[in-house]
C-alpha cells in the first residue's frame, strides 16, 4: 500500500500514471493533498508549520490502517513530498514500514536572487501569508510533452509558495541532516540525473550518511527531475513495484 505525497505546485492528480501503472499490479495507493495545493484548503502555496502535513500524513495513515489491517504501507514522495515524507518518517515512529522518495528537495536549486531572498525572510515573519511565484516551469519537470502540456492546463496546478512555506522548507532541509539517523525503516531513493530544480549530489550524501543497512539508490542519468512524470517513467515505477514487492515478501516470511 502507497501512501503518495505530491511535491511544491502539484496535486494529487500528478500520480495518475503512478497509481495506474501499480493498481494493475495489485499495488493500491493512496494520495495526500498537501494543504495549499490541488484541491486541498487553504491559501494557495501556504502552511504555517510542516508539522500540519506531518499531521495530515499520520492521519490519513490511520486511515489505511483502518481500511487495510494488514497490509503495509509505504511512504513515497517526490520533491517537497520527498522532503516532508523523509520528515515524517524521521518523527513519527510506525508511521511506515519503508519510505520512497523521488527526487527529494533536501536542497533547491533554483535560482532566487538575493533581494528576493532577503524579501522572502522578512516576509516570513512579518507577512508569513505573502506569495512568491517560483522560478520554474512543468518543462523543467519533463520531456513528456503530452503530459506537460495536460497539466499546464489543470486548474489544479500552480506556482506560488508563501513566504512561510518556503521557510518552513528551509528548516525543514536543515532538520532532515539533523534527523537522519531516526530513519530505522528500509529506504529507497530515486534521483534524477538531469535535475535543474533539486541537488542531486545532497539527495546522495544524505542516503550516505543513513544508518539503516537496508537502503537503496537508483540514479537515472537521462530523467529530469519530476521521475513520475517524465519520459522513462515506466523503469522508476518498475523499480519503486520490485522493491515494495521485495520488502512486502521478507515481511510475510517473518
Given amino acids: ?44 502555496g501556504h502552511i504555517d508549520s510542516f508539522g500540519t502535513y506531518l499531521s495530515d500524513i499520520e492521519a490519513l495513515a ?9 497490509h503495509k504501507i509505504y511512504l513515497l514522495g517526490e520533491s517537497l513530498g520527498g522532503l516532508i515524507c523523509f520528515l515524517a518518517a ?3 515512529p510506525g508511521l511506515c514500514s519503508g519510505l520512497i522518495c523521488l527526487s527529494p528537495a533536501f536542497k533547491s536549486t533554483l ?13 516570513a515573519f512579518f507577512s508569513p501569508e505573502r506569495q512568491f511565484t517560483m522560478p520554474f516551469s512543468l518543462t523543467c519537470c519533463s520531456r513528456d510533452e503530452s503530459l506537460v502540456e495536460r497539466f499546464e492546463k489543470d486548474t489544479r496546478e500552480h506556482r506560488f509558495a508563501s ?13 532532515a541532516r539533523r534527523l537522519r539517523g531516526k530513519i530505522t525503516v528500509p529506504v529507497l531513493f530515486l534521483v534524477s540525473g538531469r535535475d535543474t530544480m533539486v ?3 545532497e539527495s546522495v550524501r544524505i542516503f550516505k550518511a543513513l544508518n539503516v543497512k537496508d537502503k537503496t539508490i537508483n540514479v537515472y542519468p537521462d530523467m529530469y527531475h519530476a521521475l513520475s512524470i517524465d519520459l522513462g517513467r515506466e523503469k522508476v515505477f518498475e523499480d519503486i513495484i520490485g522493491w515494495v514487492n521485495a520488502h512486502s515478501l521478507k515481511g510475510a516470511e517473518a
Avoid: N
Avoid at 115 to 121: D, Q, V
Fill in 199 to 201: 541537488s542531486t549530489e
Fill in 163 to 175: 513566504a512561510r512555506l518556503l521557510f518552513e522548507t528551509r528548516l525543514g532541509q536543515a532538520t
Fill in 111 to 123: 535560482k532566487i536572487g538575493s533581494a528576493a531572498r532577503a524579501g522572502i525572510l522578512f516576509s
Fill in 90 to 92: 524521521a518523527r513519527i
Fill in 62 to 70: 490511520g486511515v489505511i490502517r483502518d481500511r487495510h489491517p494488514h
Fill in 1 to 44: 500500500m502507497l501512501l503518495l505525497v505530491h511535491g511544491l505546485g502539484g496535486h494529487t492528480g500528478r500520480w495518475e500514471p503512478l497509481a495506474v501503472f501499480c493498481a494493475q499490479r495489485g499495488i493500491s495507493s493512496y494520495a495526500l493533498a498537501l494543504r495549499g495545493f490541488g484541491d486541498a484548503p487553504g491559501i494557495p
